[in-house]
T-cell receptor
């Protein structure tokens, strides 16, 4: 158990819909990272927040957004969903901002039908 | 897209055998990490390497950070059935990444390990 908690574990939704994925980092960690894992793209970095502020950005689509709240939990919002958005979405956390040693949650499996 | 070349893509070995996998890049990384992922689970950090030439062990696992900073390898000795899973290398550029990519890890494609009892 990494200490990173993600909900929900699985969800199925229709194209065009919007979903929110939630993440609680390890106790004491200030940085939260979101990664997407798909069969064709592998593990891809989406975005990082540190202590409530956006810190680094990867290949995150404009239809996706994230935020980190004062209690340090984070949410990833995925809107106007397409079939190709079906993937595993992982949250990870670390103490500092560097991102060079991060611990992953168990992931949220999103299926868009 | 991904910039790390991880090999082999898959391995089928007998219990007790040693395993070696590696990752290469055309770019320099300042940190190399190795993760293991079981089906339906998130990647679990096995070993982190922070210095070129560093050799680090974690039980039966040994990993090295290449001198050129463009490669890393992971060895597993005396494999057991619970070693089955997908192993990923990941690189972190640190300050070389530039401001908006500083926190980013770049992952290899993964090595699928199967261990036959």
């Amino acid at each position: 158990d990494s200490g990173v908690t993600q909900t929900p574990k699985h969800l199925i939704t229709a194209t065009g819909q919007r979903v929110t994925l939630r993440c609680s980092p390890r106790s004491g960690d200030l940085s939260v990272y979101w990664y997407q894992q798909s069969l064709d793209q592998g593990l891809q970095f989406l975005i990082q927040y540190y202590n409530g502020e956006e810190r680094a950005k990867g290949n995150i689509l404009e239809r996706f957004s994230a935020q980190q709240f004062p209690d340090l939990h984070s949410e990833l919002n995925l809107s106007s969903l397409e079939l190709g958005d079906s993937a595993l979405y992982f949250c990870a956390s670390s103490v500092g901002t560097a991102g060079n040693t991060i611990y992953f949650g168990e992931g949220s499996w999103l299926t868009v039908v | 897209g991904q910039q790390l070349n991880q090999s082999p893509q898959s391995m089928f070995i007998q219990e007790g055998e040693d395993v070696s996998m590696n990752c290469t890049s055309s770019s320099i990384f300042n940190t190399w990490l190795w993760y293991k992922q079981d089906p339906g689970e998130g990647p679990v950090l096995l070993i982190a390497l922070y210095k070129a030439g560093e050799l680090t062990s974690n039980g039966r696992l040994t990993a090295q950070f290449g001198i050129t900073r463009k490669d890393s390898f992971l060895n597993i000795s005396a494999s057991i059935p619970s070693d089955v899973g997908i192993y990923f290398c990941a690189g972190h550029r640190g300050a070389n990444a530039g401001g908006t990519s500083y926190g980013k890890l770049t992952f290899g494609q993964g090595t699928i390990l199967t261990v036959h009892p």
